[in-house]
């Protein structure tokens, strides 16, 4: 039973460009949910998803941010014209129904590196 | 504004001893408490929660305890494992938005054989 998987890894943006940040939740997971750990900080809220549907974003930053949930594939995060302050660990959580904080499953997450 | 704060940032204890976590908190909305375990290059792993309602919550080794006039919680893992030797993250979250979690920057433990 796979877990939750990102990819890539590891990604390295030159200021400007576009970062798109993948997450395949487990399977049977319907709920995905996106964080963001900047150096030095705890892990911060910044959006839950169900398929199809964003439920809450208030974590997002207004601008160059943007996150879907399609009907098939992965979920993904999308950061336009990146900025060095972009530079971050994200990761996706997934859970099987609603959202009960104690069964959303992480993934190992996205090192962003803008340089 | 840090609104659940982990004061220590590294912990050290032997193996066999206790280790108890700190975590303090500011939003009297947080209603529900968690702890996470992390390992590096892995993401954050679900230990042990409590609810508000509750002063204590007891799984094995792990047991979470909260003071709320103190907003105050800590986890005590007895007895300490070298492979607890982790990154420990406290979190919270309201009622109303139960799946949106406020985390520390948490504590690095290392438990020495």
């Known amino acids: 039973n796979a877990g939750v998987m990102q990819n890539p890894r590891h990604l390295v943006r030159r200021r400007g460009q576009e970062a798109r940040l993948r997450c395949s939740p487990m399977?049977?997971?319907?709920?995905v949910y996106w964080y963001r750990q900047l150096p030095e900080e705890g892990l911060k809220f910044m959006v839950y998803l169900q398929k199809e549907n964003i439920i809450d974003e208030s974590g997002m930053p207004k601008e160059r941010f943007s996150a879907e949930f399609p009907k098939e594939g992965p979920s993904i995060l999308r950061i336009q014209q990146v900025v060095r302050g972009d530079s971050a660990a994200y990761f996706c959580?997934?859970?099987?129904?609603?959202?009960?904080?104690?069964?959303?499953?992480f993934g190992p997450g996205t090192r962003l590196t803008v340089l | 504004d840090q609104q659940v704060k982990q004061n220590s940032p590294s912990l050290s204890v032997q193996e066999g001893r206790i280790s108890i976590l700190n975590c303090d908190y500011t939003n009297s909305m947080f209603d529900y408490f968690l702890w996470y375990k992390k390992y590096p290059a892995e993401g954050p792993t679900f230990l042990i929660s409590i609810s508000s309602i509750k002063d204590k919550n007891e799984d094995g080794r792990f047991t979470v305890f909260l003071n709320k006039s103190a907003k105050h919680l800590s986890l005590h893992i007895v007895p300490s494992q070298p492979g607890d030797s982790a990154v420990y993250f406290c979190?919270?979250?309201?009622?109303?938005?139960?799946?949106?979690?406020?985390f520390g920057k948490g504590t690095l433990l290392t438990v020495n054989p």
């Open positions: 399977k049977g997971h319907s709920h």
């Open positions: 979190a919270a979250c309201s009622g109303g938005s139960n799946y949106k979690l406020t």
């Open positions: 959580a997934s859970s099987p129904t609603g959202p009960r904080t104690d069964t959303q499953y």
